[in-house]
């Protein structure tokens, strides 16, 4: 009989184990810890609506406070030590939460520069939770000049915020290119040329060597030498998974805390699910920073800690938002050999299709939503147009999807 | 504030207050109505927020733009004259009164 179940992370996939727990009609008791005081909250508006101001912290909470009538809230503490003996989380304040069954949802943080290049100058700032969001909002409205480190959707989402209220933003992006690990060179073309006709300044392979200032960030310094002047650096160079607290319990970590296919450890009592999972994903260990991941992993862990057996086979899934393009990806690219472009119904609606052989493995979709759901469909089903039929355009893609099987 | 109502796949039905501003996503969520998962949160992203509109009252609601237009086209459960994603829904006073069905799939 699991009595008490212990939530550890607070945010979207927390919510989607609740919701989860109660439908499978679970009368455990459930205990949900945070280390922020707010409320589990939406993360992909703090880089881009709450940003530019159109929306306040207040309303970017997942469920309103009533929603967790009967959930015991411990938010504002952190959580110490996981004992694993006892059988027990202990908290900063002291106090011990006992579990029969845990759930890791700890997230992600973000990845920093060191200090002795600069990384923590007054003006460097990353964005992860809701207080970096207040903290880069109100930085925005007094700089001039932003640099970006990281060609990634928090950087590019972030410039183009910053170009709309009209900084000077130039963006420094490592890799080859913008959207090195995510995207394909094709998107990132389109995106890239979106970014400069905006009047971004794009940098790519070439790192940065370190942040200029004294006890302030006054410019950023590439390996080449050249010296990017700013007031305001962002650094978005990708997202370290919260598995301290597993380590320090001996769970077994890889960039991630270590799952197998039913999101639970080693420890058949402790599951974890969202940014902080390491999971067998097409066949090696991968982990996924995204909403879609957070609510099905949570949701699949959820039901296996009530004693279920469902495997975690998620198709995944990523938007992003920058001016007025929208990007939806589906799918993992990894593996394929070749990129069709498929012409869209409206004008600048484009998507491009990844194929490994004739199996398709992902598809990006620029401003063409309606592409993006049937891409979803297709790779959940395992069955797709053939990449002659995506490079003829949108019809064929949609006559495909009515034929009968 | 308007009084809408939801009438959910199950049978059950639902009927709250809703201030005016939010969208009808938004208070689905809080209410916690079955069918109702809203996944991107508003962003247009997802097509999880699926509802029809009472036909009645549709066109006093305006019409889907573009991007939902095409997002409808798509949704799991079959696109109704009158489906709406529910995101996109900002409430008024003239929304007093209205009945959504939620599908299911």
């Known amino acids: ?405 | 504030m308007p009084r809408i109502t939801w009438i959910c796949a199950s049978g059950r039905e639902v009927e709250a207050e809703v201030a005016v501003g939010r969208t009808l996503m938004e208070a689905a969520r809080g209410l916690g109505i079955e069918g109702i998962h809203s996944e991107c949160g508003g962003n247009l992203a997802c097509a999880t927020c699926h509802v029809v509109v009472d036909p009645a009252r549709a066109a006093a609601l305006g019409s889907p733009d573009a991007m939902e237009d095409d997002m409808l086209d798509m949704v799991d459960a079959g696109r109704e004259p009158t489906s709406r994603l529910s995101c996109q829904l900002t409430v008024t006073p003239a929304f007093d009164g209205l009945r959504l069905t939620v599908p299911g799939v």
């Open chain 1, 1 to 405: 009989m699991v009595a008490d179940i212990v939530i550890l992370g607070a945010g979207q996939a927390a919510v989607s184990a609740i919701e989860t727990l109660r439908k499978a009609g679970s009368t455990a008791a459930i205990t949900l810890i945070g280390d922020e005081t707010a409320l589990p909250y939406q993360r992909p508006p703090l880089s881009k609506a709450m940003l530019k101001g159109e929306v306040e912290a207040a309303t970017l909470s997942l469920r309103p406070q009533a929603w967790y009538e009967g959930v015991t809230l411990r938010l504002g503490v952190r959580a110490e030590r996981i004992d694993r003996a006892a059988a027990c989380v202990q908290l900063s304040d002291g106090t011990a939460v006992r579990f029969d069954r845990l759930l890791l949802c700890t997230g992600s943080q973000a990845r920093r520069l060191p200090s002795g290049i600069g990384g923590t100058l007054a003006g460097v700032l990353s964005l992860r939770g809701l207080g970096d969001a207040v903290a880069l909002r109100g930085a925005l409205a007094g700089a001039r000049r932003l640099a970006v480190i990281g060609g990634g959707y928090v950087g590019l989402e972030v410039a183009a915020v910053a170009r709309g209220l009209g900084l000077e933003v130039t963006l420094v992006e490592a890799g080859a290119r913008i959207l090195n690990r995510v995207a394909c060179a094709e998107t990132a073309a389109l995106l890239r040329a979106r970014h400069r006709a905006e009047g971004v300044r794009i940098i790519e392979g070439c790192g940065v060597s370190r942040i200029l200032g004294e006890t302030r960030a006054q410019g950023v310094e590439l390996d080449d030498g050249t010296v990017v002047p700013a007031d305001l650096v962002l650094v978005g160079i990708g997202a370290v998974a919260g598995d301290a607290l597993a380590a320090a319990a001996g769970l077994a970590t890889r960039n991630g805390i270590l799952v197998d296919g039913f999101c639970a450890t080693e420890d058949p009592r402790i599951f974890a699910a969202g940014d902080c999972a390491t999971f067998p994903l097409g066949g090696v260990p991968g982990r996924l920073e995204s909403v879609q991941n957070a609510i099905d992993q949570a949701a699949c862990a959820a039901q296996n800690m009530l004693g279920a057996s469902v495997a975690y086979a998620p198709v995944p899934w990523f938007w992003s938002d920058q001016y007025d393009l929208k990007l939806q990806i589906a799918g993992i690219g990894t593996g394929a050999d070749r990129i069709v472009t498929c012409a869209g119904k409206r004008a600048g609606a484009v998507s491009h299709w990844y194929y490994a052989g004739d199996r398709l493995c992902a598809v990006d979709a620029v401003s063409d939503p309606a592409m993006h759901m049937l891409a979803r469909r297709f790779l959940a089903a395992g069955s797709a147009p053939a990449p002659d039929a995506v490079a003829e355009g949108w019809q064929a893609v949609m006559a495909f999807s009515k034929a009968p099987a």
